[in-house]
Nanobody
Framework: QVQLVESGGGLVQAGGSLRLSCAAT????????MGWYRQAPGNQRELVAS?????RITTADSVKGRFTISRTLATVNLQMNNMKPEDTGVYYC?????????WGQGKQVTVSS
């Protein structure tokens, strides 16, 4: 069973930066897409950014120009700059495989005003 190991996140003041990383443990060649969702308290989970194996990137309008997603074969990173309090939430890494979707355990990101 593939596992996604997340690192990074934490607490930052508004205007600051954080970085999230996520590494897949196996079946790397079966990964078609990786990315990040986030969920704020009381809100639905929303897509932040995704990147395909061909490096096609999708980014939410709310983070364009501030967040950058990048990927190697087995890892996906999210560089978050100029952060805002509304970026606060739990960030979940995901990997879309040939036949299933795998989620990481989630990392808390808190932006103080």
């Amino acid at each position: 069973q593939v596992q996604l190991v997340e690192s990074g996140g934490g607490l930052v003041q508004a205007g600051g930066s954080l970085r999230l990383s996520c590494a897949a443990t196996e079946r790397i060649l079966s990964i078609r897409e990786m990315g990040w969702y986030r969920q704020a308290p009381g809100n639905q989970r929303e897509l932040v950014a995704s990147i395909s194996s061909s490096q096609r990137i999708t980014t939410a309008d709310s983070v364009k120009g501030r967040f950058t997603i990048s990927r190697t074969l087995a890892t996906v990173n999210l560089q978050m700059n100029n952060m805002k309090p509304e970026d606060t939430g739990v960030y979940y890494c995901y990997a879309r495989m040939d036949q299933d979707l795998v989620w990481g355990q989630g990392k808390q990101v808190t932006v103080s005003s």
